[in-house]
């Protein structure tokens, strides 16, 4: 069982940054694959960036923008946010799996077993 913690969201202007962190319980989290996703109001849940043991991934509308990055000895993924623009506004949520291999990445809402609660990310005009 893995629990995931999202902090790090906000308010912040067009152009700004922000930096989401989620913190995962539990003492494998190295096997895990990570996620981020988001969902804006009246929206479905859309993948945002994914990590595994050798690559990044990213949705093309935050390619260049958005960097996503882990920290197995603090148990903890990341979401750095640069350039952020009003469309990015949504709840932002971690997701978890465990790997298949080493090199497995995920992309789709179903194949993440275990989610956070999610932060607000709100991007001002």
């Known amino acids: 069982q893995v629990q995931l913690v999202e902090s790090g969201g906000g308010l912040v202007q067009a152009g700004g940054s922000l930096r989401l962190s989620c913190a995962a319980s539990?003492?494998?989290?190295?096997?895990?694959?990570m996620g981020w996703f988001r969902q804006a109001p009246g929206k479905e849940r859309e993948f945002v960036a994914a990590?595994?043991?050798?690559?990044?991934y990213y949705a093309d509308s935050v390619k260049g923008r958005f960097t996503i990055s882990r920290d197995n000895a603090k148990n903890t993924a990341y979401l750095q946010m640069n350039r952020l623009k009003p469309e990015d506004t949504a709840v932002y949520y971690c997701?978890?799996?465990?790997?298949?291999?080493?090199?497995?990445?995920?992309?789709?809402?179903?194949?993440?077993?275990?989610w956070g609660q999610g932060t607000q990310v709100t991007i001002s005009s």
């Open positions: 990590i595994s043991t050798n690559g990044r």
């Open positions: 997701a978890a799996r465990e790997a298949l291999s080493g090199s497995d990445y995920y992309t789709r809402v179903y194949e993440y077993e275990y």
């Open positions: 539990g003492r494998t989290f190295s096997r895990y694959a």
